[in-house]
């Protein structure tokens, strides 16, 4: 079992809807989680992070904690096509050697 | 936010040659960098924990001698491919740790390095 989880997609959006991102880690003592995006051919960007359960919001992205069911998620809301791009879930979890695992990243096309 | 920095953003080289990569923080210090290899349309692939003052520890599968890290300063590492061959061009991505930062887990990436080896 992979330890940190997403689908590849492509997940195909309309312009102006919600877009969910979804991730599941297996290590329940992870501690800090993090949502990164990546344009094509550039470097991963840091857009979210959560640390407790419930929501967290900023600006038209929403992170959402459920440790107890070991699963973070990421919406996005009025979708725009300079959203398209791959989102990286990460977790930071105190047994992994002081380091963020990170998902394989799931692909986001938001279409006109 | 904290900034990170590399040199060069892309470099092409002839098979046999050795390159180096220099990842930088430039507005904080960073005991701890991270070096990643990305394939197109492939996920990262995280190489190496380079540690100041002290060894690297590198990831299974990852040769030693053939990805050498330079840990020297709190702002810099470096990452040295030896004997560069064609199958080493990839996105070579290094992060790092503000360790005052507010969240001391969190890792700031650089631009990236675009590494093609004819």
């Known amino acids: 079992q992979k330890e940190v989880e997403q689908n590849s997609g492509p997940l195909s959006v309309p312009e102006g809807a919600i877009a969910s991102l979804n991730c599941t880690y297996s290590?329940?003592?992870?501690?800090?989680f993090f949502w990164y995006r990546q344009y094509s051919g550039k470097s991963p960007e840091l857009i979210m992070s959560?640390?407790?359960?419930g929501d967290k919001e900023d600006g038209r992205f929403t992170a959402q904690l459920n440790k107890a069911s070991q699963y973070v998620s990421l919406l996005i809301r009025d979708s725009q096509p300079s959203d398209s791009a791959t989102y990286l879930c990460?977790?930071?979890?105190?047994?992994?050697?002081?380091?963020?695992?990170f998902g394989s990243g799931t692909r986001l096309s938001i279409r006109p | 936010g904290a900034v990170v920095s590399q040199h060069p953003s892309r470099v092409i080289c002839k098979s046999g040659t050795s390159v180096k990569i220099e990842c930088r923080s430039l507005d904080f210090q960073a005991t701890t960098m991270f070096w990643y290899r990305q394939f197109p349309k492939k996920s990262l692939m995280l190489m190496a924990t380079s540690n100041e003052g002290s060894k690297a520890t590198y990831e299974q599968g990852v040769e030693k001698d053939k990805f050498l890290i330079n840990h020297a300063s709190l702002t810099l590492s470096t990452l040295t491919v030896t004997s560069a061959h064609p199958e080493d061009s990839s996105f070579y991505i290094c992060?790092?740790?503000?360790?005052?930062?507010?969240?001391?887990?969190?890792?700031?990436f650089g631009p990236g390095t675009r590494l093609t080896v004819l």
């Open positions: 959560i640390y407790s359960n």
């Open positions: 990460a977790v930071f979890a105190a047994g992994s050697a002081s380091k963020i695992i």
């Open positions: 290590d329940r003592g992870s501690q800090s």
């Open positions: 992060s790092a740790r503000d360790m005052s930062g507010r969240d001391p887990n969190e890792q700031f």
